[in-house]
């Protein structure tokens, strides 16, 4: 998948215009953020044999309560605090309902996914809540030395964490090992239950930040934002080698998932290609690149 | 009845496969009588499978010719070999288990009108194939709602309808009841009389001699002999043909000396067990569990290691009392546990075998307890392959690559990295070849001869007789007797297993 992508990157750099230019790649990796840290957290769920459809409505969320709590508080911190908190209690619930209560992930998940964003709705009121508090734009706006903009750095940041995690800590060996065979982890000690209820709730963490930067950028709370989100990160995540069954996945496979849909999007945008067709386009390319990928790996086998 | 008398109808001559890295067949050439009975015999990688994949069209052979009714055949694909009248029934059937009985008997040339599916017909024809073989059963019900011994029943009847000529079964008893063998037994005699010519790939030496008429030994991909008759051959014969090596050594047991107890059970209750257990393993001792499938002891390893919650009683460490609330407590107090079956309760199928070791001990070797501790993990699995002799190409080999002995061995190693007291082991031995299996018994002497307790379940009474220095037999989810080995014979401790009323061995597990 790195050679597709090197090879993507590097036609898109000939032929389309402006793309290898310092500031569409400030836009790529800035338009890529929401997908990149939930996927850090995404790549653990799936590699426990797990699936979430809540992280979308998490992120709107967020970055309502965020807005909100701003508004009524005047403080900023406390805002930011509230929304992390909630995104992080949804995560959780997701955990309990599927890790203690046996629920199926998907039907557990699609119906947080519900009642999440119906909560959004109301706490909202139905439309963007605006903030006027101008600490709340930082996060979004902020380029430290002039050209790195925050939430890049933040990515970066839960790219370098989640990957240490995955590849070198005993947690992230676990959650592969669940994924490999749930029952023999836990015949081998490893408390399953546990591993799946914390992952869920990193998960929820993850697109609560992610959707406090994206209200911290659109200066407001948008509950209509993160339609979709979570088959993008699913998306991402399986471009970049991780198994939909579990107990397979890098977090090197999965920033190159993220940047190839980023970069495809970016591309996109660049040579003014509708955004139906762009819809077509995406969901092709993520075929194809999974067919190659499955072809190289029978090869292999 | 005797098999001897039917011509020579397939014949393997000369026949050679090789893979990438590995010879699985050279040369190896045997012939099998119309109307009889010819089991294939030899431990695993011997090439058993390779020769039936041959035989079944899925591989093309290197060199040497099959033959069927005196013509050479070569099948390009398995539909050309089930269309010359082959069939093989392996070990996980090709059942649909969503269709019904009936559907599957027919699957692929379905009774039609003109292209619309004639269902009275298939319910007609199946039944007539079904009652062919002797059996009741519903063709309408779905395959996968039968036990499996019926399954196989329709796995076989599948066969006869494509008029098999040439049917081999490949471990067809592993997960059958006695009463179940006896029953395959009399349809494969009844196949036999019908003329058609049955090979029988099997592990288990007793079977050979009830069912066989001739059999062929295969070693390390070569043919070694082939006994045209059965009568004057014993078992340790075969053994000695298979393995290279006489069976007074496969169990090796040499008496140790026995200390104060190690693992106590007190009273203990919990799913699957009936009454309170009270169960005692001392220093250097190996205790056998025996019983019949459903006595309860695969429930009482996982009440004591804490799979299952107790309702009542404890377990005791030397001396020492240990709540045990979760595996991982029972871990930490060093019991552990080699479960019954391997592939969907041990391995990490698709992880290393470096991974698979150090799965639980790693968090002995972890910087701060959090992060892998690399070059700890290699010593240690290194370590563990040198000391239980694993073979294995390398350490990053994939956990399922690896033989059902080795893989043993790997979960073995697994408990070896850590500090154990007390060792329970379920169905040690089951699907491993002779010579792992002896090899996995002196891992046992060894582990009692370092003072560790060993619990192992096991169905295979002569093991038990053999390895154990006291069997406790269970019976319907309690502990009935606590035999010492002078004083325990097959009979006797079959008597203890089975139900007040029963004096047959209709119900054990062979």
Redesign the interface.
């Known amino acids: 998948m790195m050679v597709i992508f090197v090879v993507l990157f590097v036609a898109a750099s000939i032929w389309v215009e402006n793309f290898a230019t310092l500031n569409n790649m400030k836009t790529l990796l800035l338009q890529i953020v929401q997908v990149g840290i939930a996927a850090c957290a995404m790549l653990f769920l799936l590699a426990t044999g797990d699936f979430d459809l809540s992280p979308g409505a998490v992120v709107a969320l967020s970055g309502v309560i965020a807005a909100v709590v701003t508004n009524r508080t005047g403080s900023v911190a406390l805002g930011f605090a509230a929304g992390i908190t909630a995104g992080s209690l949804v995560g959780l619930l997701n955990g309990v309902l599927v890790a203690k209560a046996g629920i199926s992930a998907m039907i557990a998940t699609l119906g947080t996914q519900q009642i999440t964003r119906g909560l959004t709705f109301i706490t909202s009121g139905g439309k963007a809540v605006g903030v006027s508090n101008e600490g709340f734009y930082w996060i979004g706006s902020y380029q430290l030395f002039g050209f790195l903009p925050i939430p890049v750095l933040v990515m970066g940041c839960f790219f370098a964490v989640f990957g240490y995690l995955l590849g070198?800590?005993?947690?992230g060996?676990n959650s592969?090992?669940i994924g490999?065979?749930a029952?023999?982890?836990?015949?081998?000690?490893?408390?399953v239950a546990r591993t799946r209820i914390i992952i869920f709730t990193l998960l929820g963490f993850c697109a609560a930040v992610a959707g406090i930067i994206l209200a911290s950028q659109m200066t407001s709370g948008q509950p209509n934002e993160g339609l979709g989100l979570e088959l993008r990160v699913i998306a991402a995540c399986v471009l970049g080698g991780v198994s939909l069954s579990g107990?397979?996945g890098t977090m090197m496979g999965t920033i190159v998932g993220v940047l190839i849909m980023g970069m495809l999007q970016d591309v996109m945008n660049l040579l003014r290609i509708e955004t139906f067709w762009q819809y077509v386009v995406s969901g092709a390319v993520l075929l194809a690149a999974v067919l190659i990928d499955r072809l190289k790996q029978r090869r292999t086998a | 009845m005797s098999g001897r008398t039917g011509s020579e109808y397939l014949s393997f001559e000369g026949i050679a496969k090789s893979f990438p890295g590995v010879k699985a067949l050279s040369d190896v050439s045997f012939g099998v009588r119309e109307g009889s009975v010819h089991a294939l015999i030899g431990e695993n990688g011997a090439g058993k499978s390779t020769l039936l994949k041959i035989l079944s069209g899925v591989y093309k052979p290197d060199e040497g010719t099959l033959r069927l009714g005196g013509n050479a055949v070569s099948f390009p694909n398995t539909a050309a070999a089930i269309d010359a009248g082959v069939a093989v029934i392996y070990q996980e059937l090709n059942l649909v288990p969503h269709m019904s009985v009936a559907e599957n008997l027919f699957l692929g040339h379905m009774p039609n009108r003109a292209g619309v599916l004639d269902r009275r017909e298939l319910a007609a024809k199946s039944r007539e194939l079904m009652a062919g073989l002797g059996l009741d059963l519903r063709v309408e019900e779905k395959v996968g709602r039968l036990p499996i011994a019926e399954r196989q029943m329709v796995e076989i009847a599948k066969a006869l309808s494509r008029n098999a000529k040439v049917i081999a079964f490949d471990e067809p008893t592993s997960s059958l009841s006695s009463r179940e063998v006896t029953a395959l037994f009399r349809i494969i005699r009844r196949l036999k009389e019908e003329g058609r010519v049955i090979l029988y790939v099997s592990h288990r030496l007793e079977e050979i001699f009830k069912i066989a008429d001739s059999v062929t030994v295969l070693r390390d991909g070569r043919h070694v002999e082939t006994f045209d008759a059965l009568d004057n051959v014993s078992e340790p014969q075969l053994v000695n043909r298979m393995v290279g090596r006489n069976i007074e050594d496969i169990y090796n047991y040499s008496p140790r000396p026995v200390g104060e107890p190690v693992l106590e059970v007190k009273g203990l209750q919990g799913p699957g067990l009936a009454s309170p257990v009270d169960l005692t393993v001392r220093k250097g001792e190996i205790v056998g569990l025996f019983g019949l499938v459903g006595a309860g002891r695969t429930e009482l390893l996982r009440v004591i290691y804490g799979v299952e919650k107790p309702t009542q009683g404890e377990v005791h460490l030397l001396g020492k009392p240990v709540p045990i609330r979760r595996p991982s407590d029972a871990i930490k107090a060093g019991i552990v546990l080699c479960p019954e079956d391997r592939k969907k309760e041990g391995i990490f199928p698709v992880r290393s075998v470096e991974e698979n070791i150090n799965i639980s001990a790693r968090r002995l070797f972890s910087h701060l307890g959090f992060q892998i501790n690399n070059a700890a993990e290699r010593r240690n699995a290194e370590a563990q392959v040198a000391q239980l002799n694993i073979r294995t190409p390398s350490l990053s080999q994939e956990m399922r690559n690896l033989s059902g002995g080795n893989q043993q061995k790997v979960i073995l190693g697994r408990w070896l990295s850590e500090d154990v007291k007390a060792v329970l082991l379920d169905e040690p031995t089951r699907g491993i070849d002779v010579g792992a299996k002896s090899e996995i018994y002196n891992i046992m002497y060894g582990l009692a001869r370092d003072g560790i307790g060993v619990l192992t379940v096991s169905s295979d009474l002569p093991e038990v007789l053999g390895i154990c220095d006291r069997i406790v037999v269970m019976r319907l989810g309690r502990i009935v007797a606590s035999v010492p080995r002078a004083e325990a014979t097959e009979e006797s401790i079959l008597r203890l297993a089975l139900p007040a009323n029963s004096t047959d061995s209709e119900n054990t597990k062979p």
């Open positions: 070198r800590t005993i947690f060996r592969l090992a490999g065979n029952e023999a982890a836990k015949l081998a000690g490893i408390n107990g397979i």
